[in-house]
């Protein structure tokens, strides 16, 4: 019978030195998970990586954190590659990468669709390849989407549209990766109360997104808490392995699907 508790185990999160993926990996530390590696994108994310690394420290784990750009399928070769030579091969893998554009569809430039492309649609798949070839059996693999794939709303074509492959790739991945006891799925939060999501709103549209949720009115902000994220997550890549090729949006009841 396969383990799938957190005790023990090794884990690899993109994009994990702060916001959401910074909560899973301090969270998945505390709950047990032997060693952690984080992944960041820029200089300017090292201070928030190097917190998150001493955060998994103190939680008894091992920790490393490895700055790259994922855009290249190459880059990411190299991330499981130092992930696996630093602490052992991930039993767990997550990819909580992506950017937010928000612009009228006919505004959008060539370059700003390849840019949402490359970061959103692209680095997904060659994660999911890559967890592929490295995740040990009966591992657990968890790819962050968006909830705005359940709206029907305007100016998100190019940040909607280029996380909507992943969906597909997260199938996909289910199915070939299933015969080896691993599970993937796809999350989607809802606008999530972090530096992530401010830029890209005007006062207008935050103050919609305050209120579009059924629950809103019970959240402190109105916006989905990332510390009400982190729990799903930890089901999935624990006890909750029978989900898979799943896309689940946990939102408060901002969109359905």
């Known amino acids: 019978m396969a383990d799938h508790g957190i005790e ?50 103190d939680a008894g784990a091992k920790a490393a954190a490895f700055q790259a750009d994922l855009t290249s399928a190459g880059a990411m070769e190299k991330l499981f590659a130092d992930t696996a030579a630093a602490i052992g091969r991930p039993d767990i893998a997550i990819n909580t990468v992506g950017k ?14 390849d840019q949402m492309s490359a970061v959103n649609a692209k680095t997904a798949f060659f994660f999911l390849r890559e967890a592929g070839r490295h995740v040990n059996d009966n591992g657990k693999i968890v ?15 190019a940040y909607a549209g280029t996380k909507a492959p992943v969906e597909h790739y997260t199938r996909a991945a289910a199915k070939e990766y299933g015969a080896r006891g691993i599970s993937v799925t796809a999350v989607g939060p809802g606008p999530m109360d972090t530096p992530f999501f401010y830029p890209a709103e005007g006062q207008d549209a935050v103050e919609y997104h305050r209120t579009a949720a059924a629950l809103s009115a019970f959240s402190k902000t109105g916006l989905t808490d990332i510390h009400d994220v982190v729990p799903f997550i930890r ?23």
């Open 100 to 113: 937010v554009l928000k612009k009228p569809f006919v505004e959008i430039t060539e370059a700003e669709y």
């Open 8 to 57: 023990g185990k090794t884990v690899l999160i993109a994009g994990g030195a702060k916001n959401l993926g910074g909560l899973i990996a301090r969270d998945l530390a505390v709950h047990g998970a032997k060693a952690v590696a984080i992944h960041y994108n820029s200089a300017a994310t090292q201070a928030a990586a190097e917190e998150t690394v001493a955060a998994i420290q």
């Open 235 to 257: 089901h999935l890549v624990s006890d909750g392995w029978w989900i898979t090729g799943q896309t689940i949006l946990i939102n408060g009841g901002y969109t359905t699907k």
């Open 143 to 157: 790819t962050l989407v968006t909830s705005l794939l359940g709206a029907f709303t305007p100016y998100y074509a």
